[in-house]
């Protein structure tokens, strides 16, 4: 599985960006596809996710009302639509890939198997 983040880029407070992430290397029908964030000095943490067949999502109350995840089956594409960004959305961006075996968290980094490369976004104020 091969995972490829793009679109970050310098913002300022209350503007929007959109991140993709190229999915490749297997179908995706038994995968959940999630965004993950790390500030630095900080931990990753959640941001997103979306089961691929029924495109189910789940979001971080840091960012509810303001990101949207969505995927493009047909071009294997999954996005974050980020709006009204804030200076502590700074961070490093990853797609993450969690093949859905039943012990999984959709918000735990843990249960991912596969990482892409991270996408910087900087929110100034």
């Known amino acids: 599985v091969q995972l490829q983040a793009s679109g970050g880029g310098l913002v300022q407070t209350g503007g929007s960006l959109r991140l993709s992430c190229a999915a490749s290397?297997?179908?995706?029908?038994?995968?959940?596809l999630g965004w993950f964030r790390q500030a630095p000095g900080k931990e990753r943490e959640f941001v997103a996710s979306?089961?691929?067949?029924?495109?189910?999502?789940a979001y971080a109350d840091s960012v509810k009302g303001r990101f949207t995840i969505s995927r493009d089956n047909a071009q294997n594409m999954v996005y974050l639509q980020m709006n009204s960004l804030r200076p502590e959305d700074t961070a490093i961006y990853y797609c993450?890939?969690?093949?859905?075996?039943?012990?999984?968290?959709?918000?735990?980094?843990?249960?991912?198997?596969?990482w892409g490369q991270g996408t910087q976004v900087t929110v100034s104020s």
């Open positions: 993450a890939a969690d093949y859905i075996d039943g012990t999984d968290v959709y918000s735990r980094s843990t249960s991912y198997d596969h």
């Open positions: 290397g297997r179908t995706f029908t038994s995968y959940r």
């Open positions: 979306i089961r691929w067949t029924t495109g189910y999502t």
